[in-house]
């Protein structure tokens, strides 16, 4: 057997293992920045993040950031904070209204992820039932949706961050186990589609197979080290859709 050969057999195995994989898949979770869109293309997470440090000056709370915090790059990471320090808070409500305001700014300029809007659709026309479980607002999310035409491919099934729920994020399976018991979905028959730890970890909580969409060598890292195995990580959705639409037409 020639290096190509042996190269072509991985190809056509793996093909066929996705194949049965999304043909005993009847219900399919997915977050949402990352594999069905890039949130934060056209409006940076660094700039939401210096917005919300800003907002809390001018509140007069900025004191009750540490310096790390105060220069931290991750918006959700500032609103975690919060919510783990002051929970149920007037001031945790006000936070995740100010970061769910620039998450809907972020919406009207996101970058769709490559095959996400096909994937979707056709999973769709081969009878699958979906659902979005996400850290970031619904709100965020349906505006995303409705913008693309695809909010009828999810509906009612969008589950995502509320300040009255910020300890049920995941990694926490609850937004995981929320979507399966309103769709009526056994586990086994569900798969979850995330590009982080924390949506790989949520998901084996929940006991649902996990496929991670890696688009950096870090998030592949990252999903590594939790315990993702190679063969479920993707840098494209393309084998994915290829997979769907060959159950699609069998």
């Not at 209204?97 to 979707?120: G, K, M, Q």
């Not at 769709?124 to 659902?131: D, K």
Request: glycine fraction near 6%; charged fraction near 25%; hydrophobic fraction near 40%.
């Amino acid at each position: 057997m020639t290096p190509e050969t042996g190269r072509a057999d991985l190809v056509t195995r793996a093909a066929e293992e996705l194949r049965e994989l999304v043909e005993r898949t009847r219900y399919v979770l997915f977050d949402f920045d990352g594999p069905i869109c890039r949130l934060f293309h056209g409006y940076p997470a660094t700039e939401i993040a210096r917005a919300q440090v800003k907002w809390l000056k001018d509140q007069g709370r900025d004191g009750l950031l540490t310096e790390e915090e105060r220069f931290s790059q991750d918006p959700h990471g500032v609103l975690s904070t919060f919510a783990a320090r002051y929970p149920g808070s007037d001031l945790l409500t006000d936070l995740e209204e100010h970061l769910t305001r620039h998450e809907l700014r972020a919406a009207r300029v996101a970058w769709p992820t490559v095959y996400a809007d096909p994937l979707i659709q056709t999973w769709v026309a081969v009878g699958a039932q979906l659902a979005i479980v996400t850290n970031n607002s619904a709100r965020t999310v349906t505006k995303y949706l409705h913008d693309r035409g695809l909010f009828s491919c999810f509906t009612p099934h969008i589950y995502g961050r509320t300040a009255r729920e910020m300890h049920f994020l995941k990694p926490h399976p609850e937004t995981l186990n929320r979507a399966l018991r309103a769709m009526g979905a056994a586990p086994e028959a569900s798969l979850m589609i995330g590009d982080t730890d924390s949506d790989a970890n949520a998901a084996r909580a929940a006991g649902v197979r996990f496929l991670g969409y890696a688009s950096s060598a870090r998030a592949v890292r990252r999903m590594r080290d939790a315990g993702v195995p190679e063969r479920d990580i993707m840098n494209s959705l393309e084998p994915l859709l290829n997979a769907v639409r060959a159950v699609k037409h069998s």
